[in-house]
């Protein structure tokens, strides 16, 4: 199973890029992995919220097979355990899923036709985090998910 994950903008700050960095290099031992950056929209500020979101729908839309399995990182989306989730990546491999895409929208969120395309939703928190540290977020529980189906020391319950 190859796992993509599909972003919007780059990551900016240093310490951020040095700990996603961290978790990807290590997640390539346990599966292949993918990051995809959308570029971020020019001229942001003459348009809307929904038109911006609307804009980024269509590129992240171009990105997608149409068998690939979309999981957007939303703050409406299932909250689960760490645990949790390694069942969850788990099953998905046991079930012949070839790429698991995982979204991490812009600082807007997602449109309507995202949405739509997508096969779930996952909240890492109720809380809400800036998009760029939802990327290192994600990749350290990506990463923790594999060492808990691994049966490795990393998780602690």
Do not use: C, W
């Amino acid at each position: 199973m190859k796992i993509t994950l599909l972003i919007v903008g780059k990551t900016e700050d240093a310490y951020l890029k040095e700990g996603i960095d961290k978790y990807l290099k290590r997640l390539k031992h346990y599966t292949k992995i993918e990051v995809t950056e959308i570029a971020e929209l020019k001229n942001t500020k003459a348009l809307t919220q929904e038109l911006q979101k609307s804009k980024e729908a269509e590129l992240i839309l171009k990105k997608l097979l149409p068998l690939d399995h979309v999981i957007l990182l939303d703050e409406k989306g299932l909250e689960l355990s760490s645990s949790q989730f390694a069942a969850y990546i788990d099953k998905k491999a046991l079930s012949s899923v070839a790429n698991l895409v995982f979204i991490v929208g812009g600082p807007y969120g997602f449109d309507q036709a995202v949405y739509q395309r997508a096969n779930d939703k996952l909240s890492l928190s109720r809380m809400t985090f800036s998009h760029q540290m939802v990327r290192l977020f994600f990749a350290e529980q990506l990463y923790r998910a594999f060492t808990i189906i691994k049966g490795e020391p990393y998780h602690h319950e």
